[in-house]
T-cell receptor
Framework: NAGVTQTPKFRILKIGQSMTLQCAQDMNHNYMYWYRQDPGMGLKLIYYSVGAGITDKGEVPNGYNVSRSTTEDFPLRLELAAPSQTSVYFC???????????????FGQGTRLTVV | EDKVVQSPLSLVVHEGDTVTLNCSYEVTNFRSLLWYKQEKKAPTFLFMLTSSGIEKKSGRLSSILDKKELFSILNITATQTGDSAVYLCAAFDSWGKLQFGAGTQVVVTP
């Protein structure tokens, strides 16, 4: 049972380059999220998705794009990388169990991105 | 705009002390409050609370939610050095958005 899988684990980008961070979950969760975490800070929500084909902006969406063509995958695209995007990125997925009002978010292992 | 605010941002305690961490929220269509522990890697789940006034416990950790006053507390009793971590709370709303606070850095000294 893989859970949430993020790739790559590490990446160095030059200013102005683009890249896609991959995220896949095998738990059939409706909800998926992308967060960034700067040193000594909490998790800031970049984008989230409530199902295939539906995405919405979080707290810090500028400079990023997402798509959700399947339930399993939620890639995050960085266009024109900037030093301010140097951070650790976490993907997560969750669910809402209406029968017992239960939820939990599961995280990938993170991607450490440096823009130089 | 939704907000999740944690306090304090950091604290240092001695082994054996009790720690109380606070999380207040202003979230439209609030559904539940989650607590996580993070030790230099991905956060790990501690508790999920939806009902006001019902305490959840796991060993030396416990948490309670007050939906009237819009806050939650995480208590750690008889702290150990292994409790040193960042503790994160997050508000989950009925649209599926999960928003985190800035976290509380806890350092437990021997």
């Amino acid at each position: 049972n893989a859970g949430v899988t993020q790739t790559p684990k590490f990446r160095i980008l030059k200013i102005g380059q683009s890249m896609t961070l991959q995220c896949a979950q095998d738990m059939n969760h409706n909800y998926m999220y992308w967060y960034r975490q700067d040193p000594g800070m909490g998790l800031k929500l970049i984008y989230y998705s409530v199902g295939a084909g539906i995405t919405d902006k979080g707290e810090v969406p500028n400079g990023y794009n997402v798509s959700r063509s399947t339930t399993e995958d939620f890639p995050l695209r960085l266009e024109l990388a900037a030093p301010s995007q140097t951070s650790v990125y976490f993907c997560a997925s969750s669910y809402w169990d209406i029968s017992n009002e239960n939820t939990e978010a599961f995280f990938g292992q993170g991607t450490r991105l440096t823009v130089v | 705009e939704d907000k999740v605010v944690q306090s304090p941002l950091s604290l240092v305690v001695h082994e054996g002390d009790t720690v109380t961490l606070n999380c207040s929220y202003e979230v439209t269509n609030f559904r539940s409050l989650l607590w996580y522990k993070q030790e230099k890697k991905a956060p790990t789940f501690l508790f999920m609370l939806t009902s006001s006034g019902i305490e959840k416990k796991s060993g030396r950790l416990s948490s309670i939610l007050d939906k009237k006053e819009l806050f939650s507390i995480l208590n750690i009793t008889a702290t150990q050095t292994g409790d040193s971590a960042v503790y994160l709370c997050a508000a989950f709303d009925s649209w599926g958005k999960l928003q985190f606070g800035a976290g509380t850095q806890v350092v437990v000294t021997p």
